[in-house]
């Protein structure tokens, strides 16, 4: 196995192993404690006042926040621009 294919391979395990999950390099964990934190602190810790928010199932929201479901970018996205309108700090 040549030097470049070796690379390819290592930074394609050091991807899966980060999740990433938006181009900022936020990894499933930190979107997951993203939501958590604006739940809490911006929705008076309620899955039900979020997904509305976010315009999602409260399902979904639970499956997040809970770590059943994986965080995606559009979420994660949304969540920043909701912070950033309320105020709550998140990073």
Known sequence: MGDNEQDNLSGAA????????????????EG???L???????FEGSDEKLALALGRPVE??????GGAE?????VVMKARGIAKERGIELE
């Open 70 to 74: 994986p965080v995606d970018d559009d």
């Open 32 to 34: 997951r404690a993203l």
């Open 60 to 65: 979904e929201v639970e499956g997040w926040t």
């Open 36 to 42: 958590k934190h604006l739940r809490d602190n911006g």
């Open 14 to 29: 050091v991807a899966q192993e980060s999740n990433t999950v938006d181009d900022q390099g936020t990894t499933e964990s």
